[in-house]
């Protein structure tokens, strides 16, 4: 992969959750490689390493062969299997099975509605598609209840979930797999770190000891690989070329530790009593468009603001010109609740964004978060009108009025085509758009009700009246 990386165009894994884990994986590889992960480097010294890095156009293959020949690699290694805990075959009373390892297969007494695997069926699994779904478990596994670990007589059974659970990550991707490899390096932000302090799992001398206390967050390898929940022992097919059966449970039982992954867009909320939870990431919502989070993409950090844009973008204004100008936003999300429900997995490519940045096109920038505020607030009026006039008709009030859920469906789809419309005319007011959008959206759904009953047609009049009266949405404090 880093030998041919100047030739390949994308990594083409088909689950998003773990190319998005193998990407922050890739960047620890590539600072290793390019001699990125330096502490002591400046901030100017450090663009320009990557500047002469991405000039030189592809990676230097006797640095390449230097990282990966002092490493082991093997899955199966009886000793130090790659990102496993070859402990767990004596710590843990039994495997966990490979239906629960493998996401989507039923397991335990769920039933089998859309999947022919069966406790009685459990079919092995290709080693490189087990190779992904070993990182989904690091990076995104449940909370709850897991296989029991006994360590000095102790057994527990209760696993935390992994640091990237219900989180959309935004990755630079560039037009070769060299250049969305240096430009997803996340750049040290720290105060002080000795060289040679930070170390992924594979370069430690021994698996991670669950009992001792956390190491620190380091930059760039524990940051991006250091953070996992869960400790995972996979059990190999004949040859090597399957995995049958996995074990899945706890790797540590401490707390969490605090530290900003620069994938992930953050929210504040200030006035929550509890400090640990003013700071919330931006979660994935399979039912979003990827555009509605401009605003948050684009805007410089702002200290009074309450969402914080991935701290990768802080480090792509320095980039050579014709990098920047083509570079685009991969967005890989992972729907999922806190604990245990996965609901779906997706993944989005934006265009060449980095010219709408507030730092190049202020004016741009302020022009996109306008119109997203704009469609976000037509839509939340939308909701308001919309069970108003479902409870004026049916008389009756219900939480889930069938006419929001229907025009909100409706609506986006059309909002999005009103916002890129919004972009080439900047003098048209965005509020008028948008309403006219919801009120579209509206009158659609209602159609048929308006037909029958004359006071639908007069309850979908009044909606629609006052989604033009509606006042434009709050600007956000400078």
């Known amino acids: 992969m880093f030998l041919d990386a100047h030739r390949i165009d994308d990594l083409a894994l088909p689950h998003p959750p773990a190319a998005s884990a193998l990407l922050r994986v890739a960047a620890v590889f590539t600072a290793r490689i390019t001699g990125l992960d330096d502490p002591e480097l400046t901030a100017s010294q450090w663009n320009a390493l990557r500047r002469r890095c991405l000039v030189r156009g592809r990676f230097d293959p006797d640095a390449v062969h230097a990282y990966f020949d002092q490493h082991g690699w093997d899955v199966f290694d009886p000793v130090r299997p790659w990102l496993q805990d070859p402990s767990l075959r004596t710590q843990c009373p039994h495997s966990t099975g490979i239906n629960v390892f493998v996401p989507g297969r039923p397991a335990g007494n769920n039933l089998a509605w859309f999947s022919p695997h069966s406790h009685h069926t459990a079919e092995p699994v290709p080693t490189a598609e087990a190779l992904q779904i070993l990182l989904i478990h690091h990076y995104y596994g449940r909370s709850g209840k897991g296989t029991p670990r ?137 039912s979003r468009a990827w555009w509605r989070d401009l605003e948050t993409l684009l805007l410089a950090p702002d200290e009074h603001g309450t969402h914080r844009r991935p701290a990768i973008f802080d480090t792509l204004n320095d980039l050579p010109e014709p990098v920047r100008r083509s570079l685009r936003i991969r967005v890989h999300g992972f729907d999922q609740d806190g604990k245990a429900i996965d609901r779906q997995w997706y993944t989005a490519l934006t265009p060449p964004l980095l010219n709408w940045t507030q730092e190049h096109d202020p004016v741009k920038a302020q022009r996109i978060a306008e119109c997203c505020r704009e469609a976000e607030h037509a839509a939340h009026r939308l909701a308001t009108v919309a069970k108003q006039a479902w409870d004026t008709v049916a008389r009756s009030r219900t939480t889930q009025p069938p006419w929001a859920g229907k025009a909100l469906t409706r609506y986006w789809p059309r909002a999005e085509t009103v916002f890129w419309r919004l972009l080439d005319e900047p003098g048209t007011g965005a509020p008028t758009a948008f309403a006219a959008a919801a009120a579209a959206a509206l009158r659609e759904v209602t159609e048929a009700a308006r037909i029958r009953h004359p006071s639908a047609g007069r309850a979908v009049a009044h909606a629609v009246r006052d989604l033009y009266r509606q006042p434009s949405a709050p600007r956000k404090a400078a």
């Open 150 to 286: 006994t360590l000095d007589g102790a057994t527990s059974m209760k696993q935390t979930s992994g640091p990237l659970r219900s989180s959309v990550s935004f990755h630079p991707l560039g037009r070769t797999l060299h250049e969305t490899l240096l430009t997803g390096v996340p750049a040290f932000t720290g105060d002080e770190q000795p060289p040679g302090a930070d170390a992924c799992p594979w370069e430690e001398p021994a698996p991670p000891d669950p009992q001792a206390p956390p190491r620190p967050p380091t930059w760039p390898g524990r940051q991006l690989t250091g953070q996992n929940r869960h400790a995972i022992l996979l059990v190999p097919g004949q040859g090597g070329t399957t995995v049958t059966d996995a074990y899945i449970t706890w790797a540590t039982q401490q707390p969490k530790q605090i530290t900003t992954d620069p994938y992930l867009a953050y929210r504040f909320t200030p006035e929550r009593k509890n400090v640990a939870r003013r700071r919330t990431i931006h979660r994935a919502d399979a």
